[in-house]
């Protein structure tokens, strides 16, 4: 584990441990048609993902969150993602993320670092990233807004930035849809990671709607439909020069529990 994560992690768990009240805990299984990161497809097949947050509340706003992400691969044919073949049934990236939240009078504010691993995939190295977002508490036509970067402290050193917007909307009791958009800009070094292009751009523009069922007080069905496309012409061109889709479409199913 890195310093800044060993240093962070440490500060966090000291803190935690004046706390009496057990943690909150939500967790998700969900399969999704592909895996598509950053408007890249890194498997053009079926996936399973689970993820996890254990959050506990410090008092006076602040509360500690630690995310846990996984994503496997469901088929040995990658397609058209990036992934190499053959990976069927093998795990094949990793996220841990202890992240800061504070509630304020306008908003939310969090704070995090991202550490991501690729395992059984030759070639594909760890990388950790510094994440900062906010969550306005105000509404734009019943639309909120909410803002997130993320700077890569090892591979490229580079920003990549997220403007979104979202709205939660209940269709009758025990039913609700989720609807958000959103809007990212890579700088040079993150499209040259990310695109294999030499000039920053607009990157993934991504629409995502999710159906609800919450079937008891803590169980949560979902079904999800997402589309992304690349904005700028450059960083969309580099990807189909080097055979990648700039466009992808996918569907999921989920279930999560909340404790």
């Not at 030759?122 to 509404?139: I, K, N, P």
């Not at 990212?184 to 069922?213: I, K, M, N, P, S």
């Not at 450059?234 to 199913?253: E, Y």
């Amino acid at each position: 584990m890195h310093r800044s994560q060993t240093a962070l992690l440490l500060l966090l768990f000291s803190a935690c441990t004046t706390v009496s009240e057990p943690p909150s805990v939500y967790s998700e299984v969900r399969v999704h048609s592909q895996h598509v990161f950053r408007g890249v497809s890194q498997t053009d097949g079926k996936v399973i993902q689970a993820l996890s947050h254990w959050t506990v509340d410090l008092g006076e706003g602040q509360r500690f969150r630690l995310g846990t992400f996984l994503n496997a691969d469901g088929t040995n044919d990658s397609g058209d993602g990036i992934f190499p073949d053959g990976n069927g049934g093998q795990i094949t990236r990793v996220e841990f993320e202890p992240t800061w939240i504070w509630d304020l009078a306008d908003g939310t504010l969090s704070a995090g670092i991202v550490n991501r691993s690729h395992p059984n995939l030759a070639g594909y190295g760890d990388t950790s990233e510094a994440v900062l977002e906010w969550e306005s508490a105000s509404r734009i036509f019943a639309l909120q807004p909410r803002f997130k970067v993320y700077y890569d402290l090892e591979d490229g050193d580079g920003l990549y930035t997220l403007l979104g917007v979202g709205r939660s909307r209940e269709l009758k009791p025990g039913w609700s849809l989720d609807t958000s958009f959103t809007l990212a800009y890579a700088d040079r070094d993150q499209a040259t990671v990310l695109y294999q292009a030499d000039e920053a751009g607009f990157a993934d523009l991504t629409a995502q709607a999710v159906l609800h069922w919450k079937k008891t007080s803590n169980l949560d069905i979902s079904g999800t439909f997402a589309a992304s496309t690349i904005v700028s012409n450059h960083l969309a061109d580099s990807l189909k020069a080097n055979g990648r889709d700039d466009a992808n479409a996918w569907l999921g199913l989920g279930m999560s529990w909340t404790f």
